[in-house]
């Protein structure tokens, strides 16, 4: 029997499937899509700004994280290829080309070339000693030492003649006590200066170097120096007793790579090589790490390392751009590393310190790592596992692991051999999460309820069973061995020993039903994870409350795990958080988010598929595969960003402040002691906030004084705008954050935006004085006049006493004549009204060519000076509303003039078109009234609204003498509007102009005089106003026309009688017409 089962294991074995792979590391790449204008990266720097200067053969780019801005030959650089960058203590960028070397001072370049006495044009690197010298190496004429004093320009070259071992410098490097280490193709030499002269060492006369041909040197924190070769890889360089001693890097050690360009000794310890065909190169505590294009790179050969203020690793290559490193705190696996699918759906730490993991197309693998490198070993139909999805796993104390598939039921495996539960006992065969309680008893929840299995007795508890919902998502337990299920429901708590079962819903303040995963801290609190944030129950409390769900990377939560006491790990669809609570765990203090923009490249995690092993590392199933995090190697950013203002727009447009003769600030065009016109107040200020870590996530505050007394809510757009500032002194402060919670120091911005002249204390004064003036000499004025007044009324009164006495019964006699006289000519007037009433044309016309219609036509006097004309000529009706200057009998005489007119130009001339019946009319009214440009003649005219309507097609036009047409069409009314001249002579007499308007059935047409509008009346005794009228006819359209007239009429004569009228009425003020017909 022995010997079966050591076949039998021996064959399990076989069948097993082993994988070793490499992973991906926490890089961000940039290249030309970004905007760098070159792919090859020669030197990496970050100034005092923050911003980042990259090498290029196409110039200098500088980087803020976000954009590029780029600086070549055309900008004033000498060359294009840059090798190497520097910044001086002034704050100057100096940057070495192929052709020279460029200074910038934030505004205009300058450069220092073969002309000036440098010796070589090709400068392989910069380097400033402790005096402020700069050290330009050449790739044919040695080192030259270059001295700025104001504006000269002295250079002292140190070459082969003058005691290097050769003229080829690679690079340059500055030790802290003074001296200057060469690296040659020629050897290492070492340069000080003694007495003014420099005194050069060559260190091969007392060691002997692996190569000659040495093309980096850095020193660690150790003192000791580690130099790169061109074919013999790497070396540390250690000087002990004043002597050196040679440490090779041999290719056992794991440095395979004979040709290193960068060597970069970090403050941790770690020593990075830059190597020319396998990427980089890591030595860490002895161990070397080779990191290449499987990892994330972009390319093999790696020209530049450099590291920044917030402790980033940038990394320049030939031909594949640069590279940021943020570290090993995350790092990625995919299918092709090793693991059983592309989706990892299920994870958990075995009893040896290795991984069991599910996913979606090989079932399940146990994972063990060595050197970051993933060994899997699959498990197939060999060892009785037949499923080709695991969705959850668990795992007890005895080793014993339970697997939940996708559509195979549930499994256990006992000593690497698996079984599975009988299909037909379990509710379904798609297990979404299993669980061993503290008693011994499986749990499996599925989408019809979950299974119980005890003592190898698989019951099934279902909604008919009181489930308060089938489909079971999650599954935990807490100290107290009760067993907790989230359901798309609410959720659920039992006993496995008692029995005793509760549920949660909306009742108890659990509002989004949809849990997708649960934990449980140290006081047995549960966290309820679900569509749209967490949720916490207190059981001590017995409440359920919502504790997060702003500041998450989505509210979608897919997993929930404690890495500590007070620390939530969340996973969701778009990445994870960690949520930090207070000793209590009552209030979240802090939350970090997690997704592309920060290294978690594979951003949508799977429903718990997540897990803590006993190292400390976080492990995240992912749709595309597996994430491992470790909190520890995590360097948390403090420092915040470093806030600059870039730009100060007006009304939008950007403004050259150098070319309008203001002072602008250095890196800048900000203008100093800006003072703005009053006009000049809409202002936008730009800005940037310089975290190269994660520039996507830099968070703004501002503040305008003295506007804003309280900082504004965070925002991430780099700019913002002040419209329509008033006059006054401003400060704009600014200040950013990385993480919402550490702000950098508020930069400030101060401007003057001056007042109009009218506004000015001056202005105010000399009109003060004016006016004082003024009162006075008015004041003067009217006390002499009173007096002549008063003497002169005086001596009219005796006067006007003596004339009364004589007058009166004059004024009798003439009393009776003027009786009489106004009886006959009011009889005279009223049998005028008798002939204009009969002169107007029938509104019979009217009524048998529209749906509807009416007329209001009331004199203020017997007779009137508006009238109407309705005619009809072939298929067109006329129709036209006028006023004429006046009323009463002058008035009238003027209308029936009119009457005439539009009888002869309609009927006889047969002009139909609305203008040019107005421009005849005009015409006649001049010559009939002999009005002319002379003095004495008379102005009067005629106000006329006039349309002709096509009875076929319904299309009206419209011209208006200073009186408009009202169209009511769809409830709405619209204006048509008139020319601002009168029909009759005036200063204007241009072309009347015509409207057409397409009529629709139904449409209301309303023409008027002006006397309807000028009714003065209703408790303020003012007029009653066109809107009025308008709005009044918009509101009656619909009814019948006959009860519109009422209505208007009505409408008059109750605003000219208001009772709040001091004498009940007024007088109704001009002739009234209302015409209104619909179609």
């Known amino acids: 029997m022995r010997h079966l089962r050591v076949f039998a294991l021996f064959t399990v074995c076989l069948l097993f499937a082993f994988k070793s792979s490499g992973q991906l590391y926490n890089f961000t790449n940039y290249s030309l899509e970004q905007g760098l204008p070159q792919s090859s990266v020669y030197s990496i720097f970050q100034d005092s700004r923050g911003y980042l200067w990259l090498g290029t053969e196409s110039g200098v780019a500088r980087f803020d994280g976000l954009r590029f801005t780029v600086f070549d030959r055309t900008s004033g650089l000498p060359g294009n290829t840059v090798r190497s960058i520097i910044e001086l203590a002034n704050g100057d960028i100096w940057v070495g080309t192929d052709m020279g070397i460029a200074f910038y001072n934030g505004s205009s370049w300058k450069q220092i070339t073969t002309k000036d006495g440098l010796k070589g044009s090709a400068v392989m690197k910069l380097a400033t000693d402790s005096k402020g010298r700069v050290w330009a190496a050449s790739n044919d004429d040695g080192v030259n030492i270059i001295n700025i004093d104001k504006d000269s320009v002295i250079i002292e070259n140190l070459n082969k003649d003058r005691g290097l071992s050769a003229n080829f410098v690679f690079d340059i490097f500055h030790t802290t006590n003074g001296q200057t280490m060469l690296a040659l193709f020629g050897g290492i030499n070492t340069v000080s200066q003694i007495d003014g002269k420099y005194i050069v060492h060559d260190i091969q006369d007392s060691v002997l170097l692996p190569s000659n041909l040495i093309t980096c040197i850095d020193q660690d924190k150790s003192g000791n120096f580690w130099c790169g070769t061109y ?18 890097i041999q290719n056992n050690q794991g440095l395979t790579d004979s040709r290193i360009w960068d060597v970069y000794c970090d403050t941790s310890g770690d020593i990075w090589f830059g190597s020319n065909d396998n990427g980089l190169y890591r030595l860490s505590n002895g161990n070397m790490q080779n990191i290449s294009l499987s990892n994330g790179l972009p390319g093999s050969m790696i020209l530049s390392i450099y590291k920044d203020r917030n402790r980033n690793l940038w990394f320049g290559s030939i031909n594949s751009g640069f590279s940021l490193f ?50 899997s070993k699959f498990f197939g ?125 909306e009742q108890e303040g659990l509002f989004d039903l949809s849990i997708h995963s649960l934990a449980i801290d140290k006081n047995d609190q549960v966290y309820i994870g679900t569509t749209n944030g967490i949720y916490r129950f207190d059981e001590k409390k017995d409440t359920i409350v919502s504790i997060v769900s702003a500041g998450l990377t989505s509210k979608t939560i897919n997993s929930l795990l404690f890495y ?97 003769g203001l002072k602008v600030l250095g890196w800048s065009n900000i203008p100093q002691n800006l003072t703005l016109k009053y006009y000049q107040n809409h202002i936008t200020f730009d800005f940037d906030g310089l975290n190269l870590r994660n520039p996507e996530k830099v968070r703004y505050r501002y503040k305008l004084e003295p506007n804003d007394n309280a900082w504004s809510p965070s925002i991430s757009n780099n700019s913002v705008t002040f419209p329509g500032l008033n006059n006054g002194s401003y400060t704009f402060k600014l200040c950013a954050s990385n993480d919402g919670i550490h702000w950098s120091e508020p930069i400030s ?18 009109l003060l004085v004016l006016v004082v003036t003024g009162l006075i000499i008015y004041i003067r004025y009217r006390e ?63 009524s048998e060519n529209t749906a509807d219609s009416f007329v ?33 009998v002058p008035g009238a005489f003027m209308s029936m003039l009119g009457i005439s007119f539009m009888n002869k130009i309609i009927k006889e001339q047969k002009i139909e078109m609305p203008n040019e019946v107005l421009g005849q009319m005009r015409n006649n009214v001049i010559t009939s009234l002999k009005q002319g440009n002379y003095e004495g003649t008379t102005k009067d005219g005629m106000d006329m609204a006039l349309c002709v309507i096509n009875l076929d097609t319904l299309m009206m036009t419209f011209a208006g003498a200073y009186n408009p047409a009202v169209i009511v069409s769809n409830g709405e009314a619209q204006e048509l509007k008139a020319d601002r001249m009168p029909v009759g002579l005036h200063m204007v007499m241009d072309d009347f102009t015509t409207v057409n308007y397409q009529l629709k059935k139904g449409d209301c047409v309303y023409l008027f005089s002006d006397g309807y509008q000028d009714q003065m009346g209703g408790p303020t005794n003012r007029k009653f106003m066109r809107k009025n009228l308008r709005e009044l006819l918009e509101s009656i359209h619909s009814k019948p026309f006959c009860e519109q007239r009422e209505i208007l009429d009505n409408t008059v004569e109750n605003w000219r009688r208001d009772p709040a009228l001091p004498d009940g009425e007024v007088d109704q003020m001009d002739d009234i017409l209302v015409l209104g017909f619909t179609v």
């Open 784 to 846: 002499q006049k009173l007096m002549r007044e008063k003497e002169y009324l005086e001596q009219v009164v005796k006067e006007r006493t003596a004339e009364v006495v004589a007058q009166k019964d004059c004024i009798e006699q003439q009393h009776k004549i003027v009786t009489h006289q106004k009886e006959e000519i009011t009889a005279s007037i009223t049998y005028a009204r008798r002939i204009q009433q009969a002169v107007l044309p029938g509104v019979e016309v009217l």
């Open 326 to 375: 943020r570290g090993f705190q995350l790092v990625h696996y995919s299918s092709e590393d090793g693991l059983p699918g592309t989706s990892v759906l299920a994870i958990r730490e075995g009893n040896n310190q290795s991984l069991w993991v599910g996913g979606d197309g090989k079932g399940l693998a146990q994972v063990t790592l060595t050197q970051d490198k993933l060994n």
């Open 564 to 660: 500590n006491d007070t620390t939530l790990i969340v996973g969701t669809n778009l990445g994870f958080n960690k949520i930090f609570f207070d000793k209590s765990l009552s209030i979240p203090k802090r939350i970090l988010s997690y997704d592309k923009t920060n290294g978690f490249k594979f951003i949508e995690t799977n429903q718990n598929a997540i897990c803590k092993d006993s190292r400390g590392r976080v492990w995240f199933g992912t749709v595309n595969g597996l994430t491992r995090y470790q909190p520890e190697l995590e360097d948390t950013i403090t420092e915040t960003p470093i806030v600059h203002l870039t730009g100060i727009r007006l009304s939008f447009e950007s403004v050259d402040w150098k070319a309008k």
């Open 381 to 505: 139909k060999g060892s009785g596992f037949v499923s080709k999805e695991v969705k959850s796993l668990d795992i007890n104390s005895s080793g014993n692991l339970l697997v939940g598939t996708q559509s195979d039921g549930l499994a256990i495996m006992q000593n690497e051999n698996f079984r599975y539960f009988p299909e037909d006992e379990l509710l379904n065969d798609k297990i979404n999460c299993v669980i061993w309680s503290k008693y011994g008893s499986i749990y499996a929840g599925t989408d019809l309820g979950y299974n119980e299995i005890k003592e190898n007795k698989i019951h099934a508890i279902t909604e008919d069973l009181g489930l308060i919902n089938p489909e079971v998502q999650t599954v935990v337990s807490d100290s107290k061995g009760n067993i907790w299920m989230g359901t798309m429901g609410g959720l659920v708590k039992f006993h496995p020993v008692t029995g005793n079962y509760r549920d949660f819903n």
């Open 856 to 888: 209001l036509y009331k004199p203020r006097d017997i007779v009137s000076g508006d009238f109407y004309w309705i005619g009809k000529s072939g298929n067109l009706l006329v129709v036209t509303a006028a006023d004429c200057t006046g009323h009463g």
């Open 749 to 766: 911005y101060q401007l003057i935006i001056t007042p109009p002249f009218w506004k000015t204390i001056w202005f105010y004064l000399i």
């Open 231 to 248: 074919d013999a890889g790497a070396f540390e360089l250690v000087k002990k007793h004043g002597a050196y001693s040679v440490v090779p």
